[in-house]
């Protein structure tokens, strides 16, 4: 693989992603409503008894959880409410910059002469991949920290006797959220093959978003807190399926059969 070559197809289609408006500013605004907003707005009711008793899915929530942690419910929120917001974080930024990896080739009609470089189809993915996977990767730290920020002055845990971020955020930002990012921008990949519109495209990669909604929701209704248990399991699972993904769209990437659908 020639990292030069690669480099130069990230360098232009981050160039062309900065000119965009429209597809930056709904990711600039992703830390500030995740990682800003929400959280200052959690800690705060939990910290006031006659807010705390006015959210009713707050107490809800609370009610479901062991009894271990829901006996200090800002730490509650902090930790386990929290968790699976910050694995939404970088699938929907994938979504955002992924679909435009061929879809918006084909619109801008540049995907022809890209297709004629001396790049290899691994060259290409694998530059395809790279462009959405930091972007997306280096949001989700900047919330987290930005997120940090946020408990430490509000929560203040150390005077509360716990510490944060802990070992399981710090695994699950760490490791677990650039695995399942790759995993998104993998699909997108191999839904772009076949999309031939920019919206067609984010539509079906919408649906990547289902499974952490579904973490939200379970974590919200109590079903599931998302301990270190969960985030192992998350992460074995999104191990696995980057490696699938990858080689299904290293192999399924035909360019003679792409040329011949412009």
């Not at 020639?2 to 160039?15: E, F, G, P, S, T």
């Not at 209704?221 to 769209?249: E, K």
């Amino acid at each position: 693989m020639n990292a030069r070559r690669v480099r130069a197809l990230m360098v232009k289609d981050w160039i062309e992603l900065r000119r965009n408006r429209q597809t930056l500013s709904p990711v600039l605004m992703l830390p500030i409503v995740f990682a800003l907003l929400l959280p200052a707005t959690m800690i705060a009711a939990t910290r006031q008894p006659e807010a705390l008793a006015r959210l009713d899915f707050i107490n809800s929530y609370l009610e479901s959880l062991p009894p271990a942690i829901a006996a200090d419910p800002t730490r509650a929120m902090v930790e386990y409410f929290m968790a699976p917001i910050f694995l939404m974080i970088p699938v929907v930024v994938a979504t955002v910059f992924a679909t435009a990896a061929f879809v918006g080739e084909k619109e801008r009609d540049t995907l022809e002469g890209l297709l004629f470089t001396p790049l290899t189809d691994r060259e290409l993915v694998i530059g395809k991949i790279l462009v959405s996977w930091i972007p997306a990767v280096t949001v989700t730290w900047l919330s987290t920290v930005i997120y940090t920020a946020v408990v430490a002055m509000l929560a203040r845990p150390w005077q509360d006797g716990w510490v944060f971020p802990n070992a399981t955020w710090l695994v699950l930002v760490g490791v677990i959220a650039p695995l399942v990012s790759f995993f998104a921008i993998g699909c997108i990949v191999l839904i772009s093959h076949r999309a031939s519109t920019l919206q067609g495209a984010q539509a079906v990669a919408g649906l990547l978003v289902l499974p952490v909604i579904l973490l939200i929701m379970s974590q919200a209704t109590g079903a599931m807190a998302f301990d270190r248990g969960v985030v192992v399991v998350v992460g074995v699972l999104a191990a696995i399926g980057d490696l699938v993904v990858f080689h299904l769209a290293v192999r399924r990437f035909d360019r003679d059969r792409v040329v011949t659908r412009l």
